[in-house]
């Protein structure tokens, strides 16, 4: 397995500013994936963050709002941009590992996000 | 419809209960199945994972795919009220991502 950070574990934040979200690794890592889980809900795939590449969005998602760095193979950050009440959720980063015959994915603790 | 469903529960049981998780999918090209757990304000973790069909069982735990029918279980065995969360199965097709169901809830009552 591998052990995930996140900081901040959760904040309250006022419309119209930004955060950004750090998720730490404990070893080098080639895929990095950041989600977002509504109340109550499953989880959605923001976008996929590989190292020296720029991160690749799924649909309804643009970088103009989720702007992705990944500066190395442990580290990455999500920034959530001129947020509105709607962005309201659980973000999460997850890291792909080996299982042997097959890949999986392992998931940080999650940062709790409100928007007022 | 969603590619993969899941009954969002909850689902009440008394400790001791035999407990069945299900989720039911729609794209016959998934070939891993990964079951997770996820307590409450923590992230999922995972605890099982099978390639295919057939059974694997890890403790009281057991994990069944029937790709005939496009339906995945997760059995608990002598629940616990530490098994209370909610249950995530996840499943993908190599080189592509990891579809998730909604979750069921499961709470077990002492």
């Known amino acids: 397995s591998a052990v995930i950070s996140q900081k901040p574990s959760r904040d309250i934040c006022q419309r119209g500013t930004s955060l950004t979200i750090q998720c730490q690794v404990d070893s080098q890592v080639t895929m990095m994936f950041w989600y977002r889980q509504q109340p109550g809900q499953s989880l959605t795939l923001i976008a996929t963050a590989n190292q020296g590449s720029e991160a690749t969005y799924e649909s309804g998602f643009v970088i103009d709002k989720f702007p992705i760095s990944r500066p190395n193979l442990t580290f990455s950050t999500l920034t959530v941009s001129n947020m509105s009440p709607e962005d309201s959720s659980i973000y999460l980063c997850?890291?792909?590992?080996?299982?042997?015959?097959?890949?999986?994915?392992?998931f940080g603790p999650g940062t709790r996000l409100t928007v007022l | 419809q969603k590619e993969v469903e899941q009954d969002p529960g909850p689902l009440s049981v008394p400790e001791g209960a035999i407990v069945s998780l299900n989720c039911t999918y729609s794209?016959?090209?998934?070939?891993?199945f990964m079951w997770y757990r996820q307590y409450s304000r923590k992230g999922p973790e995972l605890l099982m994972y099978t390639y295919s069909s057939g059974n694997k069982e890890d403790g009281r735990f057991t994990a069944q795919v029937d790709k005939s029918s496009k339906y995945i279980s997760l059995f608990i065995r002598d629940s616990q009220p530490s098994d209370s969360a909610t249950y995530l199965c996840a499943m993908f097709n190599a080189g592509n991502m990891l579809t998730f169901g909604g979750g069921t809830r499961l709470m077990v009552k002492p």
């Open positions: 997850s890291v792909g590992r080996s299982l042997g015959t097959t890949d999986t994915q392992y």
């Open positions: 794209n016959s090209a998934f070939q891993y």
